[in-house]
């Protein structure tokens, strides 16, 4: 596969390689967020499109603009389908998500700033839609030249009492989307979370971070921890609010679903408010049992407990004939999987459950602890990309920090035996469930899959749009991963359906079944005789 | 839906709301596609390159092929130099396309790299081409860096060999659909006359499902055949925001007419187009093509009553606006907004002498303008029927408007790339969906009386 490579990439994607073995103790080290080679057709996007697109514009009721030319607020319109709707405190009303904000910087503005034009677009837009608060999202021409955003949106907040926040999240940032996903998790903590002083009624206030509701996911995230008895407290940022994110730091426990792009926030809040977290996987009917179990013994309610065991036992139920119809189609099919930064993990469990094995799996934009696990954080070096992304040095919050176990309602003594049996502040990475021989491959691109598909068959590749019909052209069935090919929900049980109907779908269409020409199975058969 | 819009109009004079354009490279992109083995490349952050081939691919739900520099934010400090270099030597070695056609990005242009002089220090395979176009975000649209593309194509590679011209035309088809690309060659053959048309998409990016991948697919215009279109005796430039200067070009360089055209969408710009090829070749029409134009007469006299009188909204690239609005004057139409996001007063120029020609009195026509203003219009005096792109699906359901996807994107239905609407064919299919989507609405709002069989 490596073979054409010229030297010097060869060397390089050759560490970005790590192949399963059963026998070796740990995980053999990968390279991850180092830079792409220029002109390898890679899938990454840009800090903006981590920033902007993944993060930032799915808070339903902030605007946010795109400063810059035309096309980055353009390209990411409507293209994520991170679904929002109105609840007790957001009215129709002052949900943004569907509209598109741009400066639209002209050359003028290029030669002598674009500071003035932002300053009067925010001015337009107060006047206009009267949102509650307002984001500014820098693209590649703004940090060039030099606009100060962060001074044009602090005299915005002044001059019109409210936030407006500003983020330099040019696309030349990093080595990815990932750069863009710490930006804006960076300023969400520093301006935003903790600024609240609304508590939820209800007990077992929890947040689920890193879950953006795509296809509708964490609406039945929503649906089933409701019914066990939580209370659900915000989903970053997917349906989220501004309301609800300012207050963020009013709960007792957060969930992680996205690892690569939310796990600073969770540290962050754990460091600065005492806030646990746990990583969770909601694809996947096992994996979906298993985090519930997981929340479940983090407050050490048998109530509780036996109510997650009911919701389990009926939805487990519930799904599973209908499961069963799918899995005679999707039994011992070949899947590679290759999108964003834990996607390529959870479903994993979710194509277990329908009988099929992922042969090959690459994040876009991961670091090495999510393929290795966080253990690996401590030795991670950090080269000129990542210097140049900032961290925040947080320290306990003096009046809120509480500990861990007081969060929970645990003495210390329970809370230290919980630890050794849930993976409290941990990942533990995509290589564990990696099936034994299979491949973990980072930042997959063009020739390599291409190489792959030809040697190792699957029956269907999990990819982004760019790749689908790639795939398609080589004979081969494909999903896209980030956008679910438009349906969704695929997160908990009745996700699980939606999954497996479509998977199931996409590898036994008849058309598959008919590319070959009646007229050249003829002639591969010999003529038929028209005597 | 859009609940969150102003009640009242609003001041709006700075930036976009709900953009009805987007940015050079995109074009550009769109354009290289169409030469045969070119492999585009973006000179920038990755992300302009990820942005581009995934709005293209939801378009035209083909593989849309191209490399990045990969800008870090050191080259961006630095120079974008070798990156480019690098990413000349990699691209050709590993996916050894016969051309590279790079174009730059806001991020490249505002540092201001060379590219012409960092191309010549580059190691370029021997017979292998590598052509470029500036194509500053901060400037023009989509439809400017399409425009810029042809022209490199024609500054690179168009040559004349001197020894007098041949019996042939060059066609530049526009900012257009494969499928349409292949309507014009069937219109042409139907003619008799060798035509190069450059660039090509089709055999690209509308391609069969063999189980048989073609990173390079048989389709595009070949690198000599565009060198050839210098020995042509005419070019038929489509549409004057995407394809005029690339024939000026051409005229001065090698001494090829340049005949400008508007695109071959509706009766009179297909009567034009199909005449500029009699007078130049003096070729006959053949019974076959005065049977389509006759058939589409035909319809149009039958189903008036469907739309004549309509008032109509019609939004998107400047080219595809101008030869519309004229076909839906010709229908009988009458459109009364009249948008593209593409800067241009020659838009609003030509627009409005249409509409005052077909005594369309209180129309309102922009270049540069955004779909938040032309719902806004739409707001303060309503039309029957929205024409655009998929981003008017917005407007559409929030107004409760019938609604026809016409030109790019169209990201939510399928089959559009591959279905033209240039021609006399594509007057029948325009007809049929401008028809059909007033009928579906008539049938579905009436009340049960006036429900009827035969409309």
Known sequence: MLDPYPDTVKKNRKKHLVVKNETAECCPQIEANTRTIPGIISQRGCAYAGCKGVVVAPIKDMITITHGPVGCGYYSWGTRRNKARADETTPKEKIYSQLCFITDMQEPDIVFGGEKKLAKMIDEVVAAFHPRAINICATCPVGLIGDDINAVAKAAQERHGIQVIAYNCEGYKGVSQSAGHHIANNNLMEKVIGTGTNRKPGRRVINILGEYNIGGDGWELERILGEIGYTVNCILTGDAS?????????????????????????????????????????????????????????????????????????????????????????????????????????????????????????????????????????????????????????????????????????????????????????????????????????????????????????????????????????????????????????????????????????????????????????????????? | MLECLPKEPVEHTTGKINPAKTCQPLGAMYAALGIHGCLPHSHGSQGCCAYHRMHLTRHFRDPVMASSSSFTEGASVFGGAANLKTSIKNVFAIYNPEIMAVHTTCLSETIGDDLPNIIKQAEIPEGKRVIHVNTPSYQGSHVTGFSGMCKAMVSYLAEADGTGKKAQMNILPGFVNPGDMREIRRIVSLLGVKMIMFPDTSGVLDTPLTSRYQMYPDGGTTVAEIRDSGNSEVTLALGSFASHDAADILQDKCGVTGIPLRLPIGIGATDDFIMAIRDWFGVEIPASLALERGQVIDTLIDTHFHYQGKRVAVFGDPDHVIALTEFLLTMGMVPVYVLTGTPGKAFETEITKMLEDAGVTGARVKAEGDLFELQQWIREAPVDLLIGTSYGKYIARAEDLPFVRFGFPILDRAVHPLMPVVGYRGCLRLIEQISNALLERRDRDCPDEDFELVL
């Open chain 1, 242 to 531: 501004y309301l609800d994110i300012k207050n963020l730091h009013l709960a007792d426990l957060n969930l992680v679903q996205c690892h690569r792009s939310i796990n600073y926030i969770a540290e962050m809040m754990e460091t600065k408010y005492g806030i646990p977290w746990l990583k969770v996987n909601f694809i996947g009917i096992e994996a979906t049992n298993e985090s519930l179990r997981h929340i479940a013994r983090c407050f050490n309610d048998p109530e509780l407990a036996s109510r997650t065991e009911v919701v389990i036992a009926r939805e487990t139920a519930r799904v599973a004939a209908v499961l069963e119809q799918y899995r005679k189609i999707c039994r011992g099919r070949k899947a590679f999987a290759f999108v964003g930064g834990s996607r390529s993990h959870h479903y994993q469990h979710l194509l277990r459950d329908l009988g099929m094995e992922v042969i090959v799996a690459g994040y876009e934009f991961a670091h090495r602890d999510d393929y290795e696990g966080r253990q690996v954080i401590p030795t991670i070096k950090s080269d000129a990309d990542s210097k140049n992304i900032p961290e925040l040095h947080l320290s306990p919050d003096p009046e809120r920090y509480r500990e861990a176990h007081e969060y929970l309602g645990l003495t210390k003594e329970q809370y230290e035996a919980l630890i050794k049996d849930v993976p409290l502040s941990y990942y533990e990475g995509m290589y564990p469930d990696m099936p034994s021989g299979g491949l973990m491959i980072d930042d997959a691109n063009h020739h390599e899959v291409e190489e792959m598909v030809a040697r190792l068959k699957p029956d269907l590749i999990f990819s982004g749009v760019r790749d689908k019909y790639i795939a398609h052209k080589l004979g081969v069935a494909s999903k896209q991963l980030h956008s679910y090919d438009y349906a969704g929900p695929y997160a908990g049980y009745g996700g699980a359906i939606n999954f497996a109907r479509d998977v199931a779908n996409a590898l036994s269409t008849p058309a598959w079944k008919m590319i070959i020409p009646p007229w050249e199975i003829e002639d591969t058969k010999g003529r038929k005789s028209h005597a």
